[in-house]
T-cell receptor
Framework: NAGVTQTPKFRVLKTGQSMTLLCAQD?????MYWYRQDPGMGLRLIHY???????AKGEVPDGYNVSRLKKQNFLLGLESAAPSQTSVYFC????????????FGPGTRLTVT | QQQVKQSPQSLIVQKGGISIINCAYE??????FPWYQQFPGKGPALLIA?????SEKKEGRFTISFNKSAKQFSLHIMDSQPGDSATYFC?????????FGTGTSLTVIP
């Protein structure tokens, strides 16, 4: 039981490049989330999903897209990376009930130069 | 606009002392208040959580105090240990979303 996994762990992009971050969970959770963590800002929600085939915007969705084609996977895409997207990205999942515990992945450190 | 305000930003406590971290909110729709602990290079992990119908919850050395009328809640770490040195985040949940505080870096000095 791996919990929540994220790939890659580290990535360096040049401005304008694109990439996809993959999150996978093996706990059969309905809810999945993508956050970014920046110094002094805490965790900010980018996008989330309440089930397979559904996605919704969080606090800071601009410049990102997501897809949830399979229940266990949640993909975060950057179409044209900008230096402002340099951050640590965390994926999380939780069960389908109000305020259920979130389980976080280990994070992806992304640097955009 | 930060929906959950957390203080202090950093905290240094002697071993055996009490660490106190405070959070405040305005949105009365929040109905679940977790605290997360994060070690360097790791993802946050749930430490303890409370719902607004309870004023206090204790798990081992960790206690949440919740004041619904003041819209404030706090984390108390009793008998703080060097292994408690980490960043702590409060959060609040409503409408399928968690809103996080900005974090408190706790250092426990031996």
């Amino acid at each position: 039981n791996a919990g929540v996994t994220q790939t890659p762990k580290f990535r360096v992009l040049k401005t304008g490049q694109s990439m996809t971050l993959l999150c996978a969970q093996d706990m059969n959770h309905e809810y999945m989330y993508w956050y970014r963590q920046d110094p002094g800002m805490g965790l900010r929600l980018i996008h989330y999903s309440v089930g397979e085939g559904t996605t919704a915007k969080g606090e800071v969705p601009d410049g990102y897209n997501v897809s949830r084609l399979k229940k266990q996977n949640f993909l975060l895409g950057l179409e044209s990376a900008a230096p402002s997207q340099t951050s640590v990205y965390f994926c999380a999942s939780s069960a389908l009930r109000q305020g259920a515990e979130q389980y976080f992945g280990p994070g992806t450190r992304l640097t955009v130069t | 606009q930060q929906q959950v305000k957390q203080s202090p930003q950093s905290l240094i406590v002697q071993k055996g002392g009490i660490s106190i971290i405070n959070c405040a909110y305005e949105n009365t729709a929040f109905d679940y208040f977790p605290w997360y602990q994060q070690f360097p290079g790791k993802g946050p992990a749930l430490l303890i959580a409370i719902r607004p119908d309870v004023s206090e919850k204790k798990e081992g050395r960790f206690t949440i105090s919740f004041n619904k009328s003041a819209k404030q809640f706090s984390l108390h770490i009793m008998d703080s240990q060097p292994g408690d040195s980490a960043t702590y985040f409060c959060a609040a949940f409503t409408g399928n979303q968690f809103y996080f505080g900005t974090g408190t870096s706790l250092t426990v000095i031996p």
